[in-house]
Each structure stands twice: as structure tokens, then as C-alpha cells.
């Protein structure tokens, strides 16, 4: 890691910078402010929760009470890197060929194609694929469906906490924090989630020098103080409203890559929440020159923050990276 990084594309000169702004400005001039997936697939309306009800519907009752809690339970917000939110893990025995098919099923429909390949290939790499992992169903999402009961399902593992809750848990995208990441430590660029530091640090060097100053910070908060702070709260870095509209430019579409790896349902209501408490303007960028891998001035850790929105990234390489998102109704 001795030898420095470039990110692809970005110069850094000022005349060069505005070049890049008016280039990126151009291309990017009907990006819409509500994402849809990089690489969306045809996931639709609440499949994946149709498919959850089938899978809670075959359970035995022997199952049920190893991986059925309430909704209310603590667990089910549980945050953190590695963990088993129930016992039984999915490649086991526990569960029956069909129940493993739709759990897999389950999976592929909560995320955009290119996603689900990265997601795969992660869990595969990290702990040698999905039966490692465990799930655990939360609430009664028969009739959740038809909008009476919140309910949640909810896979964990290491580097992985992902929930699907077909917005049944109200103004909380994705139904809780969701936890991604991967093991890889040979190098940054190495990592199945370099592109995200790449494409933040886009940010980063479209800011002019005062605006550098004040978004980059010395160290970073703890990767796992990702509770959503609402509109009294502090928040670190730069914020979005005193970008120039070039700038807010690579914002957006910093926002749509970070959010590519999932369907589109949970995408949009990430950013109807954002736009109900301040919208991009009261986002902030923070960049830390803690472990700053190759003194390279490529930030490799990094935070999004806003009221209703937490992104909390570590490259060490290795990353764990979090996301939370809620809205004011959910806030304390």
C-alpha cells in the first residue's frame, strides 16, 4: 500500500476540478433526485414479502419457536458487524430443501441484480455462502401483508444484517440498520466495496479548499454510533447546502450508488425520508484522516449523516459499513 491511489477519472487541480464539475454536471443533467437501482433487476411491489408468507406458512411449530419472535423484541434492532440473530443456521438441516429455495429466493428479490452478484460473492468469501447464515421472522407477515401487523425478516451473519419489512414497520427504510461489508485485507482497491469509497471521495475532491477544511475531520466516531439523532442533532463534516449545484450533482449520485445493491421499494423510501427532514440539503459529508491507507489522501473511512440518515463507512481495508435511515414519527 506504499504506492499511491487514483481515483479513476478525478483530477485535482482547481482548473481540472471545474472542468470534472461541468463534464459531470452535463452528463448527469436528468438524473432524477429518487433512485432506482444501478443495476435494478424487475423486482416489484412486495414480492419478497409474498414470498416470506410462504415461507412462515410452511414452518412447523418446532421451527417457529427457534426462529419466530415478536416484532417488539430488542433483537430485531440489534446493529453490529457479526452476529447469529437466531441459532439454527439456513444451511442446516433445520430447514427443508423448499424452505432454503425460498429463503434464497427471499434474498434475490430485496436486491438489484448486480447487488445480489456482489452479495454472493460476499457471503461466499467472507464465510462460504448463505447457509452460514441465520434468519429470523419477526411479527406475522400473513397478515402483514394486508397491512393489519408490522412484521420483519431479518438475515444476519458476519459482515451481513439485511431486513426486508415491505414498509409494514412505518418510516423506517428497510425496516431497521442494515450492516454490509467484507474481509478482504490484501488491499483497498481489493475490496467488493472500494467503488463506494471511489465514488465518495468524488465528493470530496469537487469541494473547494474551504470547503475540504471543514468536511475533512481528524478521527472517526465508532462504526456502530449509527442511531439517527433527528433535527436537534450534531452532525459532523459538510453540509450538502453549502455545496455549489455542480456539487450537489455528485451528491446524488454518490446517494444512488450507495443504495444500487437494493430493490427499488426500499431505495425510494430511503429517499422519501430524507426528503421529509431536510432533504440532500441537510445531509453532511465527513471524511477522516484516520486510517488513511497509504497516506494517499483517498479517505478511506467516511460518514453521510442528516437527520433521519446515517452511512458510517470503515476500509481498513477490511470494511464494515452501516446504514440507517428513519423517520421523524421513529425518532427519539
Known sequence: MSSPRHLPGVLQDSKSRRSFLQATSA????????????????NSGNDAETVIGELYNSLTETQRKAICLAVNDPIRVRVNANWHVTKPLIGSDFYDPKQKAMIDEIVRKITSEEGHKKLMQQLDEDDGGIGAYSLAIFGNPSRGESGKDPF?????????????????????????????????????????????????????????????????????????????????????????????????????????????????????????????????????????????????????????????????????????????IAGPSKLA
Open 152 to 324: 420483519e425478516c431479518l438475515i444476519t451473519g458476519r459482515h451481513l444484517t439485511l431486513r426486508a419489512d415491505g414498509n409494514s414497520i412505518e418510516n423506517i427504510a428497510f425496516g431497521g440498520p442494515i450492516v454490509y461489508g467484507h474481509g478482504e485485507e490484501s488491499s483497498a482497491q481489493d475490496n467488493l466495496f472500494y467503488h463506494q469509497t471511489v465514488q465518495v471521495n468524488k465528493v470530496f475532491v469537487a469541494l473547494d479548499a474551504k470547503q475540504a477544511e471543514k468536511a475533512l475531520l481528524n478521527n472517526a466516531p465508532a462504526e456502530t454510533s449509527v442511531q439517527v439523532q433527528g433535527k436537534n442533532g450534531t452532525f459532523p463534516g459538510l453540509a450538502v447546502g453549502e455545496m455549489t449545484a455542480d456539487q450537489k450533482v455528485v451528491v446524488k449520485e454518490t446517494l444512488q450508488k450507495l443504495l444500487s445493491p437494493y430493490r427499488d421499494q426500499d431505495t425510494s423510501e430511503v429517499m422519501a425520508i430524507i426528503e421529509a427532514t431536510g432533504g440532500l440539503d441537510a445531509l453532511r459529508f465527513a471524511f477522516y484522516q484516520q486510517g488513511d491507507l497509504g497516506s494517499d489522501r483517498i479517505w478511506d473511512m467516511w460518514r453521510i449523516e442528516g437527520p433521519s440518515f446515517v452511512c458510517n463507512f470503515r476500509g481498513a481495508p477490511h470494511v464494515h459499513a452501516y446504514l440507517h
Open 27 to 42: 452528463t448527469l443533467a436528468g438524473l432524477a433526485l429518487m433512485p432506482r437501482g444501478l443495476f435494478a433487476g424487475t
